[in-house]
């Protein structure tokens, strides 16, 4: 399985961006699906994950302002992301875990900056 994010580029403060996370297969049988993020001289973090039974989760910095969803059918997940921040800046990437199998995507850049 592959993983492609788009959606990424410069934004400026308070606005808002959604990224999309294509999988070239199903989607269905993933037990987790996670947005992470690294910025410069910075250790990737965690961002948002969404279970396969539907529960979310979000790193504390992205409450309240960041979405994980999933569409099954485009077999692609997605991350609403508003009221962004500078400090949001980083290269964000997505990964797909399941019994036996992890994949990461190859990242996508996000620039909030005026």
């Known amino acids: 399985v592959q993983l492609v994010e788009s959606g990424g580029g410069l934004v400026q403060p308070g606005g808002s961006l959604r990224l999309s996370c294509a999988a070239s297969g199903s989607i269905s049988s993933f037990n987790a699906m996670n947005w992470y993020r690294q910025a410069p001289g910075k250790q990737r973090e965690m961002v948002a994950v969404l279970t396969g039974g539907g529960s979310t989760n979000y790193a504390d910095s992205v409450k309240g302002r960041f979405t994980i969803s999933r569409d099954n059918a485009k077999n692609t997940v997605y991350l609403q992301m508003n009221n962004l921040k500078p400090e949001d800046t980083a290269v964000y990437y997505c990964?797909?875990?399941?019994?036996?199998?992890?994949?990461w995507g190859q990242g996508t850049q996000v620039t909030v900056s005026s």
């Open positions: 990964r797909m875990r399941r019994i036996g199998s992890d994949y």
